[in-house]
């Protein structure tokens, strides 16, 4: 299958580098690969992973028509207000006839009920790994392994930046302390307000109703609170009693519709939820047939996310 | 497709009852059951949860030659020590042409490459999701969700008594008080030395090797500790340093082979692995690609057990 890559940053190039030492199992190839900062490059034999760049094509479109893949992969960098633009950039690929994969979860988590369908029409298969737990299978595992079942609610300790800045806040240090440390380890961005008001675990929670409960919502329907007023001084005292304070993704289907938080939760530090640090992360799912069911990673970094994005490109290689 | 029962205990009812009730979107039938103790059913059109017994066929053979299915499920109570009768029954469908799902682990943890070779040798899928964890996606998710992923070792919580008997004994209770508790719950056999000396570990550790590492061995060639010698003082006085006793299981491929262990670890009260009770179970999967990557499931039951042999049907109907 020919690949094109709209967007090349950390995860792009450990997707390249990994397409490279597959290739021998996996015949995938690179045709394309598009960035607004370097320019873009083409080759229908396939591109290295550090490629010769040229002018920038005129637009994404152009950088299509010209890329002729069977797969788009949009990892631009996120515009979590809106999905833009990576929205257009998926809704330019299906237009093509592209199979679209992302690791953007922007576009998920505003309309990915408008988007699935897009793809149905156009024939075209969606995929999304990598947006929730850094490519560890979530929703590939429910669509291939969990016939049948149906999800009740979910419960989630999805963002890396807060685990991080309480720990910190845990061993006595400041919040701004404990970002500058996420910052340091490449997990926060420069605006570290997007991971700390709870924006970062909306989105997240946004994405996980959308594609396993059939739900139309954004992040801004999500309940949200972040950890920013939390003192040192707070966390140290439950620290005391044994307790752990976690920014947890909660959603539940109630008779009055779906009910989604994002909140700090104070748990017992030997709780499942209180025992991932740094980027380790779980989902537990709750369903009718299999009880209550997850999946957990520890310490994913950015070639699990790029692990992910592969998975979703065999997936789709199998499916068509 | 035309479904036969080999053994019809707890799980083969619960499975009965979730064909019921997913027959409009599943359309799975159970033509034969088969028990030694209540005798044999058969009727080509279905048989109901709680069917009328016959006269027991003649052997499993006899029984299978009758029912006519399409696939055979294996559920008969294990003989731990060398995966008998469940091998043979296994053996009498391949010959029979007839897909084969086990909750049985005794011939996966016994003769997983032969059954396997076997299987393909006669055309038909072989499926046992429900060995190890209950029926929560650890086979499946790893044969369709991690594709072009090497496993290069697992750490798992996996056994149900002793998780129940150390906590018991936590509590400062006795180990013959926890025994009697697990067996009242339903999780304990009679004889509780299975689970106490560490066998259920080790023939899970023997499934998981096989498997997923493409090992040949048997529960006997694990090093194998159980929780035996274990006394409540000793448990007290860890609890006293917020540590906790677990019976973990761990495979790990090295320069001399792989290595496969059972012992009672001592983990901090924190640690993940020592977040699991009751039931609740986790296996971690470490890989090349993925990083460590695992599933969790809280609470199973019977019904859980249930849901992966309908996960396995599920399967081997898509892909046949």
Not at 83 to 107: D, M, Q, W, Y
Not at 149 to 174: C, E, H, Q
Request: net charge negative.
């Amino acid at each position: 299958m020919r690949v094109a890559l709209i967007g090349y940053g950390n995860v792009g190039r450990a997707f390249a580098r990994l397409l490279e030492q597959k290739r021998a199992v996996f015949p995938f190839r690179i045709v394309g690969i598009h960035t607004a900062r370097h320019g873009t490059a083409y080759d229908p034999k396939g591109l290295p992973v550090e490629p010769v760049f040229g002018a920038a094509a005129g637009s994404v479109e152009e950088f299509l028509d010209r890329a002729k893949s069977d797969v788009a992969i949009e990892i631009t960098t996120l515009n979590p207000q809106t999905g833009e633009p990576a929205l257009s950039h998926i809704r330019a690929a299906f237009a093509r006839g592209c199979h679209v994969i992302t690791a953007n979860k922007g576009p998920i988590a505003h309309a990915f009920s408008a988007l699935n369908e897009e793809a149905r029409s156009a024939g075209v298969a969606f995929r999304f790994e990598s947006t929730v737990m850094d490519g560890a299978p979530v929703f590939n595992m429910v669509r291939n392994s969990l016939p049948g079942v149906k999800i009740l609610g979910f419960t989630g300790v999805l963002n890396s930046t807060t685990k991080i800045v309480l720990d910190a806040m845990r061993a006595g240090r400041s919040m701004a302390e404990g970002i500058e440390e996420a910052q340091r380890l490449g997990v926060a961005e420069a605006d570290a307000g997007y991971d700390i008001d709870g924006w970062d675990a909306a989105a997240k929670t946004a994405v996980l109703a959308n594609v396993l409960m059939e739900a139309r919502v954004t992040p801004q329907d999500v309940d949200r609170h972040g950890i920013g007023s939390v003192t040192t001084e707070e966390v140290l005292a439950l620290k005391r009693e044994h307790k752990t304070l976690c920014l947890v993704s909660r959603g539940q289907a109630t008779a009055e519709g779906l009910k989604m938080q994002v909140r700090p939760e104070i748990l017992e530090d030997t709780d499942l939820l209180a025992s991932l640090h740094g980027t380790s992360n779980l989902i537990l799912l709750h369903t009718d047939l299999m009880g209550t069911v997850g999946t957990v990673a520890l310490s994913p970094g950015v070639e699990q996310t790029a692990y992910g994005l592969f998975s979703d490109l065999v997936d789709i290689a199998k499916s068509v």
